[in-house]
């Protein structure tokens, strides 16, 4: 079981620019969770999904970004029109059943 | 919303020496983790901890949920585990976490 895969590792981004951020969970959990963490804060919320469900995304900035988790596939975190603010790392996560989670490596995306 | 305390926010041990990590969060939680995130960035889970004791080798971790309040114990620290240690809670439905302020740790040789 290779864990939850993220990536890419790092992802540099100039001001107005697409990011995709791709996340594959671990084997069996349909799961999936995100969450970004600014430079020296902890780790914040941001959507909770299920297959081809939005469960939770209320930590989602209203404008620019959008997750989905397919049918098939990895889960995508999409943040359109990226400003220097969005500079953070973005975990995701995946459990089983809801609880107990493991994180991926993360991804680093640095808006220039 | 509920809140996660961690201390202290920073600790800075000789290599061998013991310590203890607090988390106390303002309201009733349906379960809690400890992780550790190295210098590297990568999140290690280290104890799902909803109430009660758990060991794992220098390791373990007490959950008092009726007291709110978790404890991290770290025996004969070691270089590699110097990082930033954060406690997570469990809340609403039970599948959103909120992160505490974390500990940063060093240890030196």
């Known amino acids: 079981n290779a864990g939850v895969m993220q990536n890419p590792r790092h992802l540099v981004r100039r001001r107005g620019q697409e990011a995709r951020l791709r996340c594959s969970p671990m084997?069996?959990?349909?799961?999936v969770y995100w969450y970004r963490q600014l430079p020296e804060e902890g780790l914040k919320f941001m959507v909770y999904?299920?297959?081809?469900?939005?469960?939770?995304e209320s930590g989602m900035p209203k404008e620019r970004f959008s997750a989905e988790f397919p049918k098939e596939g990895p889960s995508i975190l999409r943040i359109q029109q990226v400003v220097r603010g969005d500079s953070a790392a973005y975990f995701c996560?995946?459990?089983?059943?809801?609880?107990?989670?493991?994180f991926g490596s993360g991804t680093r995306l640095t808006v220039v | 919303g509920i809140q996660v305390e961690q201390s202290p926010p920073d600790l800075i041990l000789q290599e061998g020496a013991n310590s203890t990590l607090r988390c106390n969060f303002s309201?009733?939680?349906?379960?809690l983790q400890w992780f550790h995130q190295n210098p590297w960035g990568q999140l290690i889970n280290l104890f799902y901890?909803?109430?009660g004791t758990k060991q794992n080798g220098r390791l373990s971790a007490t959950t008092v949920a009726t007291e709110r309040y978790s404890l991290l114990y770290i025996s004969s620290s070691q270089t590699t585990d110097s990082g930033v240690y954060f406690c997570?809670?469990?809340?609403?439905?039970?599948?959103?976490?909120?992160f505490g302020t974390g500990t940063q740790l060093k240890v030196e040789l």
């Open positions: 996560a995946s459990s089983p059943s809801g609880t107990g989670y493991t």
């Open positions: 084997k069996g959990h349909s799961h």
């Open positions: 999904l299920q297959k081809e469900n939005i469960i939770d």
């Open positions: 309201d009733s939680v349906n379960n």
């Open positions: 901890i909803p109430s």
């Open positions: 997570a809670v469990f809340t609403g439905g039970g599948n959103k976490l909120t």
